[in-house]
């Protein structure tokens, strides 16, 4: 059988269509919260054909698995890393923390606040969220954490728990700020170079970097 040759054109269509229908589950969502609504209203919300929902996602579980995806950039993450290969390590850390507070303004807070409580109700969501979102971007990261500080261009004491304080720290500013703490509703275009002066501290830039 002969291999289905690559079509760039129609690949970016469809990553074009796919990213109309998580717009509209984004918009869907925000206003219903994930039971109430349906795949019906998000294809309505779209333009499309129900049907057409399900050429991309299995289910509304998918589509929200999408959507997670989408703010986690979870298939934009090792391009960012590889980064540090043009650059050195504190203009990295800056660009990237900027760009997931970025996300979550662009996404919404009341959207995440909707995707964050279904994952905390929800055990089956919680465990793919988990299985195929987290975990993947944690073995990501670890992996170029621990070749800097293998080359001497870091310190890190524990690469693995390190990581996952930082990665809490941020999302406990988030909940706050769903929660509608006054201070980081005020002041929340300062919360991402707080985060990474921290997150910098942590990892002590050795001189073994470029910068």
């Given amino acids: 059988m002969a291999r289905k040759k690559h079509d760039p054109i129609q690949e970016q269509l469809a990553q074009a269509r796919r990213a109309q229908i998580l717009d509209a589950a984004t918009q869907v969502f925000a206003e219903k919260g994930f039971h109430r609504a349906t795949i ?3 294809a309505k919300a779209a333009g499309i054909a129900d049907g057409t929902i399900y050429n991309y996602f299995e289910n509304k579980t998918a589509l929200l698995l999408g959507l997670l995806n989408r703010i986690n950039e979870t298939e934009l993450r090792g391009q960012h890393f590889e980064q540090v290969g ?5 203009a990295f850390v800056r660009s990237y923390i ?3 507070f970025k996300v ?3 996404t919404g ?5 909707v995707l964050l409580s279904e994952i905390l109700v929800d055990s089956e969501l919680r465990e793919l969220y988990y299985q195929q979102v987290i975990a993947p ?3 990501l990261a670890e992996r170029y954490f621990q070749q800097w500080a293998d080359a001497g261009v870091i310190r890190l004491r524990d690469t693995r728990l390190s990581l996952r304080a930082i990665a ?7 909940m706050l700020r769903i929660m509608g703490d006054a201070e980081l509703e005020m002041r929340w ?3 991402p170079d707080l985060v990474a002066d921290i997150m910098l501290q942590a990892i002590e830039i050795t001189e073994g970097d470029r910068s």
Avoid: K, N, P, S
């Avoid at 809490?168 to 988030?174: E, Q």
């Fill in 168 to 174: 809490g720290m941020t999302l406990g500013l988030i």
């Fill in 137 to 139: 971007t944690f073995d």
């Fill in 109 to 113: 807070f009341e959207v995440f606040q």
């Fill in 98 to 100: 900027r760009q997931r």
């Fill in 86 to 90: 043009r650059g050195d390590v504190r």
């Fill in 40 to 42: 019906r209203d998000v």
């Fill in 104 to 106: 979550f303004a662009q």
């Fill in 189 to 191: 275009d300062a919360v």
